[in-house]
């Protein structure tokens, strides 16, 4: 019998769009090729993500760690669904080496020479967490989430408000314990590809920027970076826009849901409306069918290898079952990982012998419209078709 699945030691607080910085910005295409129109639109961009609070244009250039190298265990890519998190995550995770340390154990560092211009508070059960952006140019900024305390110079910037502190690589800006430290960058000069309707996402309007980092780091660092990397698929950064036009896989909303953003600004549960049928983030051959609800909780199955392939389903293929299983991972020597230590490298999603939790049914009504209607607790083979509870959902 295969081993009991493993929750994976995450503390994942879904993020809401507030502030002028979430106004979404799309690049707009440009037909005769000129770049300055289209490098005019990134700043733009990256003036709304900034509060304002930015100069230049251009990559930056990251040159040091965010934790010390002996106090995170592995870097978890982009791409992770998980529980709130319906869509492939947008951020990677630094988990630290001792993850149930308590608040405040680990210093957090800038990256490189920066502005920090936004710092948002969130109170929770465990206590207050902050939320950190930080601009190297207009089009290309960083930023962290979950830390736990800020630095001395960096409250005080914060309680003076309007936030706009220059940082030096290297410096504490914070601490964190007793959960993962979340990381992305954007460069707003390369959106996203793998969105069919980015407009969707003017929730967070820097999600379509998010862009993988080690093209932005200096060798020594990337070397650091890579030996906690726990990816070994391309991109090993982890990737999050799967979307195929006419296609089954990637990202759907609720039909009349609002998109990512859901039916109202800073709405608790507003991914209930979320649904994914996307690649794994560490094993990208197996499939994750992420619901928003699922017997009215966020969750997330993978289906069985020998199923059809999401990336294959038209809507000439017709109705779809996949049973719905939890998971392990295999490591390169066989045994399970325990999803906190560094595994012995390359995993693949285990799923053989998993009893099925239950059977979703999928069918492209439109290229851009599907019908689905999920059934816990029954198999397949117990299913015949769609209900009067199916429900309709859009890109």
């Known amino acids: 019998m295969p081993k009991k699945t493993l929750l994976i030691p995450l503390i994942i607080i879904p ?31 990256g003036q709304n993500l900034s ?36 869509t ?9 080496t001792v993850f149930n340390s308590p608040r405040d154990t680990y210093p957090v560092f800038a990256m490189a020479d920066a502005r920090l211009v936004d710092v948002q508070p969130r109170d929770t059960e465990r206590g207050r967490e902050y939320r950190m952006v930080f601009s190297m140019t207009c089009t290309f900024l960083y930023y962290y989430d979950l ?24 410096q504490i800006i ?12 954007w460069d707003t000069t390369k959106p996203l590809t793998g969105f069919v309707r980015p407009e969707s996402y003017a929730g967070e309007a820097w999600k379509i920027y998010t862009a993988d980092p080690l093209e932005y780091v200096t060798k020594e660092l990337k070397e650091k970076m890579l030996a906690k990397y726990i990816r070994v698929a391309d991109p090993i950064s982890g990737k999050i826009d799967h979307d195929i036009d006419g296609r089954l896989v990637g990202n759907w909303f609720l039909e009349g849901s609002g998109g990512y953003a859901g039916p109202g600004e800073n709405q608790q549960g507003y991914w209930s409306g979320h649904l994914s049928i996307a690649p794994e983030h560490i094993d990208p051959t197996a499939f994750i069918v992420s619901f928003g609800d699922f017997n009215g909780e966020a ?18 293929t017709g109705l779809v079952k996949y049973e719905l ?4 991972y295999q490591m390169g020597d066989g045994k399970f990982w325990d999803r906190s230590s560094f595994p012995v490298l390359p995993m693949e999603l285990y799923n053989e012998g998993y009893p099925s939790q239950g059977c979703v049914l999928l069918q492209l009504i439109e290229d851009r419209k599907l019908k689905m209607e999920v059934f816990p607790g029954k198999t397949c083979s117990s299913v015949t078709g769609f209900t009067a509870q199916a429900q309709l959902y859009t890109r």
């Open 15 to 45: 993020i809401l769009a507030a502030g002028a910085y979430l106004v979404y910005l799309q690049l707009k295409g440009n037909d005769s090729g000129d770049q300055t129109t289209e490098l005019s639109d990134a700043k733009k961009a």
């Open 51 to 86: 509060n304002g609070k930015c100069s230049g244009e251009g990559p930056g250039i990251l040159t040091a760690l965010p934790m010390n190298k002996d106090d995170f265990s592995i870097i978890i890519p982009y791409g992770l669904t998980a529980g709130g998190h319906v």
């Open 88 to 96: 492939p995550i947008d951020h990677q995770y630094y988990s630290p």
């Open 147 to 170: 830390v736990t305390s800020l630095a001395p110079d960096v409250q005080t910037a914060y309680e003076r408000g309007n936030m706009d502190l220059s940082v030096t690589a290297g």
């Open 174 to 185: 914070g601490r964190i314990g007793g959960q993962t430290l979340d990381f992305a960058v």
């Open 299 to 316: 969750t997330q199955f993978s289906i069985p290898r020998n199923s059809l392939n999401p990336a294959e389903v038209s809507s000439a």
């Open 325 to 328: 299983l939890s998971w392990n």
